[in-house]
């Protein structure tokens, strides 16, 4: 009969269109009244799963692309940005005299000329001089200066590729696909750059070592290894949380990608199958308690938070902000509502200066504090240690002044192909999109940085 709907195949029909003596033949021939999840093609679709594209065209499901996924990029947005000006820089390593520490020590060496090691000079010799005193004379008036290094940054390429067919490109954009598939892939392409730029950054440090990543150096250094210290390394090695651990029985040293950073290296030595940390100018405040062994996971306190904010300022630094998972966020919180106290809540923005609060502006996003320190929550943020039961998410604290992404070369999306005259660039008959980036993570003041990790949350 008709003008009437007796069976879904009518409603169909007329839902696009093809109606009348034709009836759905046409839809019979191409497939697509077959059910849900039929291609438009089963012998071609120009939206091969190969491509990762199979499911855009269908003329049984709407335009609107919903995200699954959560592709949060806070890591990334917290670091300040500035340009890739040079391969490196010097840094302060040593006083003239009084040491490396944060704090000025004095002993009993004495000042002279040919003093290797004056760590630890007498108190009588740190300034004060007689009246008229001889230059290069007594009572430790002699010449100083101070120890520097360098440290050596190369920039890292990031970079995605992709590409759609031509086919795929004009059938989107008729019946009832997607519309402008280059439009929808690149906005997903553009979120998963950015989202593995992220990752990155808070790689897990075992990653450096697990025996099958073996060019996990083209990627940014992640924060996990520059906020870290011999020590850390040493405790990791003894837990066998590195593939070259103490349960080899070969005093195998610790592989060069672990203990290397910016064109040095911390100093982690092996005797009878047991790792020794040597401190040095690149080790920050870590607190990993007695070690890493399962029975040594700490429940997180007040106390251990407060003591590695002291001690960060007691360096010099000065915490930006604190980077964990959403679970050490929700643990501080309870830890506070037992006390009766809140955490307060501020709006900030990444700029070019690292975090910064942006008060009274709808912009930039809303974070818990902890005194007035932004506690940035990440999806990706690992959980260090051999514990499996409630563990926590690491604790990173931040002063984002001498910690930065330096770019070289900002985010760019180049595409070439059909539609731009030119196939044999990409050599198909579709067009190829690529998003790249060029930069690397660096760091001037490593004390000034600090984690708490081991933790758990009872």
């Keep these: 009969m008709s003008g009437y709907t007796?069976?879904?195949?009518?409603?169909?029909?007329?839902?696009?269109?093809?109606?009348?003596?034709?009836?759905?033949?046409?839809?019979k021939s191409s497939g697509?009244?077959?059910?849900?999840?039929?291609?438009?093609?089963?012998?071609?679709?120009?939206?091969?799963?190969?491509?990762?594209?199979?499911?855009?065209?269908?003329?049984?499901?709407?335009?609107?692309?919903?995200?699954?996924?959560?592709?949060?990029?806070?890591?990334?947005?917290?670091?300040?940005?500035?340009?890739?000006?040079?391969?490196?820089?010097?840094?302060?390593k040593s006083r003239p005299t009084g040491g490396s520490g944060s704090a000025f020590t004095t002993g009993t060496t004495a000042v002279a000329a040919n003093t290797a090691d004056l760590s630890t000079p007498r108190a009588d010799q740190i300034g004060g001089v007689e009246e008229n005193a001889a230059l290069d004379g007594a009572n430790g008036f002699r010449p100083l200066s101070p120890e520097y290094a360098k440290l050596y940054v190369s920039p890292k390429t990031v970079a995605h590729l992709f590409e759609f067919s031509e086919l795929g490109m004009e059938l989107a954009a008729i019946?009832?696909?997607?519309?402008?598939?280059?439009?929808?892939?690149?906005?997903?392409?553009?979120?998963?750059?950015?989202?593995?730029?992220?990752?990155?950054?808070?790689?897990?440090?075992?990653?450096?070592?697990?025996?099958?990543?073996?060019?996990?150096?083209?990627?940014?250094?992640?924060?996990?290894?520059i906020v870290s210290s011999a020590a850390e390394i040493a405790a990791?090695?003894?837990?066998?949380?590195?593939?070259?651990?103490?349960?080899?029985?070969d005093n195998s040293a610790v592989v060069a990608d672990v203990v290397k950073i910016f064109g040095t290296s911390r100093t982690v030595s092996i005797s009878s199958n047991a790792a020794t940390g040597t401190a040095s100018f690149l080790d920050a405040e870590v607190d990993?308690?007695?070690?890493?062994?399962?029975?040594?996971?700490?429940?997180?306190?007040?106390t251990m938070i407060n003591s590695m904010i002291r001690r960060i300022r007691q360096n010099g630094g000065n915490p930006k902000c604190i980077l964990t998972g959403y679970d050490t966020i929700q643990h501080i919180a309870d830890l506070l509502q037992s006390q009766e106290r809140f955490m307060d809540r501020k709006e900030i923005v990444p700029t070019h200066n690292g975090v910064k609060g942006a008060k009274g502006q709808e912009v930039g996003f809303r974070v818990a504090t902890y005194f007035d320190i932004p506690l940035i929550p990440a999806k990706d943020m690992p959980s260090t240690g051999s514990n499996t039961t409630n563990e926590l998410s690491d604790m990173l604290f931040l002063d984002t002044d001498h910690l930065w992404l330096s770019v070289m070369k900002p985010t760019q999306y180049f595409e070439d192909g059909i539609t731009n005259g030119n196939p044999f660039g990409v050599g198909k008959l579709g067009n190829q999109g690529m998003y790249r980036t060029m930069g690397e993570t660096c760091c001037s003041f490593f004390k000034?940085?600090?984690?708490?990790?081991n933790i758990k949350s009872a």
């Excluded at 990791?236 to 029985?249: K, Q």
């Excluded at 990993?288 to 007040?302: K, M």
């Excluded at 000034?448 to 990790?453: H, L, P, V």
Aim: aromatic share 8%; proline share 4%; glycine share 12%.
């Design 32 to 92: 697509v009244v077959g059910g849900f999840g039929t291609p438009h093609d089963a012998a071609s679709n120009p939206f091969s799963a190969a491509s990762g594209l199979g499911d855009l065209y269908n003329v049984l499901y709407g335009q609107k692309v919903w995200s699954m996924l959560n592709q949060e990029v806070n890591p990334l947005s917290i670091l300040a940005k500035r340009p890739y000006t040079s391969s490196g820089w010097r840094v302060l």
């Design 175 to 225: 019946d009832d696909g997607v519309g402008d598939i280059r439009a929808i892939v690149r906005e997903d392409m553009g979120k998963h750059h950015a989202e593995t730029q992220s990752k990155m950054l808070v790689m897990p440090y075992e990653s450096y070592d697990d025996g099958t990543a073996t060019n996990i150096e083209r990627n940014y250094t992640s924060l996990m290894k």
């Design 448 to 453: 000034g940085q600090g984690k708490i990790t």
């Design 288 to 302: 990993f308690g007695d070690g890493y062994a399962s029975s040594d996971a700490r429940v997180l306190t007040l």
């Design 6 to 27: 007796n069976t879904i195949k009518d409603l169909e029909a007329a839902t696009y269109g093809l109606t009348g003596p034709a009836g759905n033949a046409l839809l």
């Design 236 to 249: 990791m090695y003894n837990a066998n949380l590195l593939d070259t651990g103490a349960n080899n029985g």
